[in-house]
């Protein structure tokens, strides 16, 4: 029997129906959730604010904590008002938008983050014409095309998903709206929807990985060749936030699409996600706080500033 008379409502069922567990839980992405929007947001502010953060290297830093900002807030409160209340419906609409914005916001991140490689790699292999090719413009326009790249990746399954039918069995087994489980209660044939979603995530994910590694075989070339070790070492320190945050980041999908079994796939991409979702999000700022000497100064002076105006 399939539904044809109004849109279906569907439960996500979540990540356990053990109590405790569930407080537990509720706890540590609350706390995670709020450790990463103040992290990002900062970061945003010190690249707004100060002048020694006025470089391509912290504009498109800027325009990442965005992203892991929308990208976290997509996923985690709508979970956590779940958890609270214990509500486990979402309406056909709210899920599609989540599934929409998860897939836009992730998609866009992986090629900001090749773009981010490119960025590193002018700066240490061209460093003379570093200004004149990073420039302002250009940097805008290399996140537009991000955007715009995220959005026709995504924009072909999407389309073909919207009409797809459901029967009865609107359970969807997973803590957020993700494509797999949505496909897998779908009463259409959705084999092609399946293959394009592959073949789309395989590419853009290899496609951004090989500009990374590409990007990186030529900075090292080239740091290797540098006369001091000294010289050296600063160069792979301006590297080293980048390259943390995108081994996290390609690690995270290596771990979904490469699965030990069948039967592990549903409680591996749950976890993933819970990690990929929350937990990266909040480390990446300390990540680029905690390893970036001009990112701490940065900090350092704008608590003086706050200090300065409150006992004012």
Not at 228 to 244: D, G, N, P, V
Not at 270 to 293: E, H
Request: aromatic share 12%.
């Amino acid at each position: 029997m399939r539904n044809h008379t109004s849109l279906p409502t569907f439960i996500l069922l979540g990540l356990t129906d053990d109590p405790p567990m569930q407080v537990l839980i509720f706890i540590f992405l609350l706390v995670s959730y709020l450790l990463s929007v103040t992290g990002n947001l900062t970061i945003i502010i010190l690249t707004l604010l100060d002048s020694r953060l006025k470089t391509a290297m912290y504009f498109f830093l800027k325009h990442f904590s965005f992203l892991e900002t929308l990208f976290t807030s997509v996923c985690i409160p709508r979970f956590l008002y779940s958890l609270s209340t214990g509500d486990k419906t979402i309406s056909y609409n709210a899920c599609v938008s989540q599934l929409f914005f998860i897939f836009l916001f992730a998609v866009t991140e992986f090629f900001l983050l090749a773009i981010m490689s490119y960025d590193r790699y002018v700066a240490i292999c061209k460093p003379l014409h570093y200004a004149t090719i990073m420039n302002s413009r250009i940097c805008g326009r290399l996140v537009i095309c991000c955007w715009i790249a995220g959005g026709l990746v995504i924009f072909p399954p999407l389309c073909l998903g919207l009409n797809l039918e459901f029967c009865d069995y609107h359970v969807i087994d997973h803590f957020l709206c993700d494509a797999s489980p949505m496909l897998k209660i779908s009463c259409s044939d959705t084999w092609f929807i399946e293959q394009m979603v592959v073949a789309l995530a395989v590419l853009t994910n290899i496609g951004t990985f090989l500009c990374v590694v590409l990007s990186y075989i030529y900075i090292i070339k080239t740091i290797i060749k540098f006369p001091s070790a000294q010289q050296k070492m600063k160069a792979f320190s301006t590297c080293s936030s980048h390259m943390i945050v995108v081994s996290i980041t390609y690690g995270s999908c290596i771990f979904i699409y490469v699965k030990p079994s069948a039967k592990d796939e549903v409680a591996i991409n749950k976890g993933v996600l819970v990690l990929t979702t929350s937990v990266a999000p909040m480390l990446n700022p300390f990540i680029y706080s905690l390893r970036n000497k001009q990112v701490k100064e940065a900090f350092t002076d704008l608590i003086k500033r706050i200090s300065m105006i409150s006992k004012k």
